[in-house]
């Protein structure tokens, strides 16, 4: 089993940032891609950024330009810098991992608890 703990989650004013962090342990053999994923109330869990082992990322289009998506391989954890935040982007913010816990396992998509971002004056 693999576990996903999430940190960095608050109340900030729009225009302010904030950074998440998302640390992966456990029974891991390899990760291949992270991300991160919102929910607001009332609607579906959207991608909001994710990135392979390689590094190459992929953002939706709401934020691109503002947050920027990131990894260290060694720590197997998942970042996530958010600026210029506006109230359209108060959800739960979810990370997850696309994770081997052996080497003939199958990947499978882990998710961590969720994380409340809230942009508020």
């Known amino acids: 089993q693999v576990q996903l703990v999430e940190s960095g989650g608050g109340l900030v004013q729009p225009g302010g940032s904030l950074r998440l962090s998302c640390a992966a342990s456990?029974?891991?053999?390899?990760?291949?891609?992270m991300g991160w994923y919102r929910q607001a109330p009332g609607k579906e869990r959207e991608l909001v950024a994710d990135?392979?082992?390689?590094?190459?990322?992929n953002y939706a289009r709401s934020v691109k330009g503002r947050f920027t998506i990131s990894r260290d391989n060694a720590k197997n954890t998942v970042y996530l810098q958010m600026n210029s935040l506006n109230p359209e982007d108060t959800a739960v913010y979810y990370c997850s991992a696309d994770a081997r816990s052996t080497w003939y396992g199958a990947p499978y998509k882990y998710w961590g608890q969720g994380t409340q971002v809230t942009v508020s004056s």
């Open positions: 990135i392979t082992n390689g590094g190459s990322t």
């Open positions: 456990g029974s891991i053999f390899s990760i291949t891609d």
